[in-house]
């Protein structure tokens, strides 16, 4: 059996990659190698030799169409990620690639046996919220002038009182930012032609995924990267809003194991499932932990900034999942410890966050709350 990767030199990609060959799969990586994950646009050493690599473009249909040749199963992990207000490339690579894709495979009539989406928790949007009088919400966005005046809860649109976060689940989308919208637009076309033409298609959502191989380049998200680098040029990790904001986090190995049962498992297909963690920790209570991790008593700056298109709390509610057999199982604390280690083995890592938090300012993407 012969499966394509897209994205497959990347970070979810490459482990996808390696668990797929230890399983005795044939594995096509179609990688771009592209800035800031790959700055010298070489095929990284941790991909092995074994692998079949094609440089190429999903936006391409020349490389799809090779790339699609003799596949039976597709992961399509290549995606365009980030904050950055060039919001046509997101529906270009996300949903165009997407959509070329399945166009390569109904006008050649090619045989593949499922694709397997890597999408996103960010899809939710704010997600799901209780308030104590009007029972179960979904907010929209914060106002830009909400949270200028560092006011970050989110209220009842009814009665305007704080809610509560509530774990979410796969019913309801809302996406709210440029990228969550390309993810989302991904997975309909994926579901959509998916049923239409027959070909098995499972939908992933994963939560803030963190390991080794996460690129130090990408300094725009990725909360364990951004606060080690700092950390290991003893700066303090930066906080946004106030640093209360609630997220779950899964490790990089736990997905790979939902990959792949994603891939063998019949019950999966023309599902949507939540890929997360099972521990949820507010940013401050993140940035404790990798501290302590690495021996630094640095304490973090908070200095009165948010990003505009950032919700404040997502927890992914995996119930669905567990039912198919998947659960983590790796400590949040495990994780971070296996990314230092690695990241303090890695030949140089500058702090790139410096540069990412210029552009953000640059661009409008960050922004201060107003005295
Ligand atoms: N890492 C996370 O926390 C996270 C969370 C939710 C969803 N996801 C999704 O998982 C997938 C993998 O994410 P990742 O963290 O491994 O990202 P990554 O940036 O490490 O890897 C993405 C890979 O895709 C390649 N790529 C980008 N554009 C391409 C194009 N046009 N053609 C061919 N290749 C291209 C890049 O060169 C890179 O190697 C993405 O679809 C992402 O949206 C990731």
Redesign the pocket.
Known sequence: MKVLV??G?????SHTVDLLLEKGYEVRV?????PP??PDKEKPDYLPDDVEFIL????NKGDVEKALQGIDYIFH?????GYLIDFSKFAF?NDG?TALIYEAIVEKKLPVKKIIL????SVYGEGKYRCARHGIRYPFPRSLEQLERGDWELKCPTCQQPMQPLPTDESRASPHNQYAVS?YCQELYALTLGKRFGIPTVVLR????QGPR??FY?AYS?ILRIFATRLLHNLPPIIYEDGEQLRDYVYVGDVVVANILAMESETANYEVYNIGGSEILSVSEYAKLVSNVMGKNVTPRVPGEFRFGDVRHIISDISKIKKLGWQPQTSVEQVAREYIDWARKQPEVSDYYAEAEKVMKQEGVLKAVRS
């Open positions: 897209t994205g030199a990347g970070f979810i990609g179609l990688d771009s190698l592209e994950v790959h190429g473009d999903v936006r992990l290549a995606a365009y990620q690579t690639g890597g999408s996103s928790q993810k994963y939560s803030i995924t996460q690129s990408n990725g």
